[in-house]
């Protein structure tokens, strides 16, 4: 992982050895390697990981900040991917059709369920779960 403004920001309450441990297993190293990589025996790396709570706020943030960035690529390339399913379908690609029928369960003969569009009746429903949960049933 480049060492990035995020990143930066992410670290900077980090001792300089802790911050470079942190980009090596931000970037999928192993505990052992980013010990190796930071000159610190891995069992001080676990030490950190367990019980210092700047350390572990760090690697939290570190690996949402890539969770974030790599979901907003998939989406991206989930809208890529639609695109060209839907130009394969509309092409006539019969095999992509069916896989997309069946993916989206159009072909098992089901209707899906869905709940129901009347505001009172989902009140009245909402209204007896609640009395459930309040006797202790549910």
Do not use: Y
């Amino acid at each position: 992982m480049p060492r990035n403004a995020t990143l930066k920001a992410t670290t900077d309450e980090l001792s300089p050895v802790q911050a470079t441990v942190l980009e090596a297993l931000l970037r999928g190293e192993t505990v052992t390697a980013a010990a190796t990589a930071a000159n610190v025996d891995r069992s001080t790396v676990h030490r950190w990981l367990r019980s210092d709570l700047s350390f572990q706020a760090a690697c939290n943030r570190g690996r949402r900040e890539l969770w974030e960035a790599s979901a907003g690529r998939l989406l991206r390339a989930a809208h890529t991917a639609a695109e060209t399913v839907a130009n394969a379908v509309e092409s006539g690609d019969v095999q992509v059709a069916l896989a997309v029928l069946k993916g989206i369960g159009a072909l098992s003969g089901t209707v899906p369920m869905f709940g129901s569009d009347d505001p009172g009746e989902l009140a009245e429903s909402a209204r007896r779960v609640q009395n459930l949960l309040d006797i202790g049933i549910w």
